[in-house]
């Protein structure tokens, strides 16, 4: 029996649809991937956390769930809009259907909703606080409920979702993936790579041992004098959720690390990376999340398409001085990418390990090897 569900929007638009996942009540800031594929990437993506993602691709849940796609150990994104669920996944890899998914994990979902008006709306409005609901309140108390929930900026999400304890990660790319014969695996690793997780996506792990990394995966709060204690060939700054200049001590400790050794930064990474330079970050009025962002390598003249996820942004302006504006992109000419050649650091706001997303940035995994091996 399908329940009826609300989508309500602080700005006091409203949408129905039907409950699916867990049923109940869910708060969150509502936002729009254009991914076509990879929800379940997407719904494990630990960046994801506090936030209600609308999939603008209309037929979601055709490949069900299993447990190799996930990039976090659970569902942290706190909701799901789409248009059509599809109720019968047909893959050999699929062990439940999208709708047991979140369920068992206790995600609110909601279904036959026009994600096209949506999309537009938060696209011409901005991404704003939403909440679902299937447990009979009118709209407009869900719209008080969206109006009165706390927005992400100065929000540390970061510091929660982070391993607590330092553990190592040794495991290639899984053969799902690597089958085509395009990475080729050293057989010894060659780089000892101290990981920053602040809310990390498995496959980032993956790609670094493809070239050759050992990875300890640390607590977002650990100290620059920890890290350095390891003797570290490279340090990776991870992606995570919440308010890049939230993030507790992130930026100081890793001011203590630049010039010291090698850094490469993604997304949250990259943000907290322009903040210990003495940049700024902003929020953006929707973000970008998808996997068809073109980016351009300034450095080769090269252009890629990318598979992105974020809210923040860092402003080009602040970072006159500091570092080399590496790459940009080509939608509306935001910083994408930034180098600090002396220091051998650089980093990236799009995501290179993609999951889901083209694999058309693989390469700067290759580039932190290179620097490290220097
Ligand atoms: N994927 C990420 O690391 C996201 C970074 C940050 N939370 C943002 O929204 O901009």
């Not at 995570?240 to 939230?246: L, R, S």
């Amino acid at each position: 029996m399908t329940k009826r569900a609300v989508l309500a929007l602080a700005d006091g638009t409203t949408f129905e649809g039907r409950a699916f996942g867990a049923v109940g009540e869910t708060v969150g800031e509502v936002v729009f991937n254009t991914t076509m594929y990879g929800y379940q990437e997407v719904l494990t993506d630990p960046s994801y956390v506090g936030q209600i993602v609308t999939m603008s691709y209309p037929e979601i849940g055709n490949v069900g769930a299993n447990p190799e796609d996930e990039e976090g150990s659970r569902v942290h994104a706190v909701g799901m809009v789409v248009r059509a669920l599809s109720e019968q996944p047909s893959n050999w890899r699929a062990k439940e259907s999208l709708d047991a998914y979140l369920k068992r994990n206790g995600v609110a979902g909601i279904e036959g909703i026009d994600t096209r008006r949506l999309v537009r709306h938060l696209r011409t409005h901005g991404a704003q606080m939403g909440v679902i609901s299937s447990e009979g309140l009118s709209p407009l108390a869900l719209v008080e409920r969206a109006r009165s929930a706390r927005g992400m900026e100065g929000l540390d999400l970061a510091t929660g979702v982070s391993t607590k304890e330092a553990y190592t990660f040794t495991q290639p790319s899984p053969d799902v993936f690597t089958g085509l014969g395009e990475v080729r695996v050293p057989a010894e690793p060659r780089f000892d790579v101290v990981a920053y997780d602040y809310g990390l996506k498995k496959s980032m792990l993956h790609f670094l041992v493809d070239v050759g990394c050992r990875v300890t995966v640390v607590p977002a709060n650990t100290s620059a004098e920890e890290v350095l204690a390891r003797k570290p060939n490279g340090v990776f700054l991870a992606n995570g959720p919440g308010d890049p200049a939230a993030v507790k001590g992130a930026d100081r400790t890793v001011a203590a690390l630049l010039g010291k050794v090698p850094v490469f930064g993604i997304c949250l990474g990259h943000q907290i990376m322009a903040l210990a330079l003495g940049g700024r970050t902003y929020k953006m009025k929707f973000g970008h999340r998808g996997g068809n962002q073109p980016v351009k390598d300034l450095t080769t003249g090269k252009v890629e398409i990318t598979a992105q996820n974020h809210g923040f942004a860092v402003d080009d302006a602040s970072l006159k001085g500091l570092a080399v504006v590496t790459h940009i992109n080509l939608n509306d000419g935001t910083v994408e990418g930034l180098a600090v050649p002396d220091a051998r650091a650089f980093s990236v706001q799009y995501h290179p390990e993609a999951s889901p997303g083209p694999h058309d940035a693989r390469y700067l995994f290759d580039r932190f090897a290179k620097l490290m091996a220097g």
